[in-house]
């Protein structure tokens, strides 16, 4: 689901209540629409495709991509 975001000329990164500079940052609604694996940096994003699209987090903030959650969470019962 798509996020506010901060835009400058040389960055774009995901707006969470963080303080800018308006004379240099733009905050665009929606601006934000990916996240990523927080081992392999793999990008998720919506997408017909599952394996861009599918992955697991913890309340929406920290992602793991499918890859990685089978071989560090997952447990066989």
């Known amino acids: 689901m798509p996020r506010a975001a901060l835009v400058s000329k040389c960055k774009t990164s995901e ?3 963080q303080s800018y500079r308006p004379e240099y940052t733009e905050l ?24 861009s699209g599918e992955g697991y987090t913890v309340e929406g903030r920290a992602w793991l991509c499918c890859e990685y959650y ?8």
Do not use: F, M, Q
Not at 70 to 77: D, M, P, V
């Open 15 to 17: 707006y969470v209540g």
């Open 28 to 51: 665009v609604e929606d601006g934000w629409n990916h996240d990523h694996c927080e081992i392999c940096w793999w990008s998720l994003h919506e997408a017909d495709d599952p394996e």
């Open 70 to 77: 089978e071989k560090l969470i997952r447990t066989e019962a």
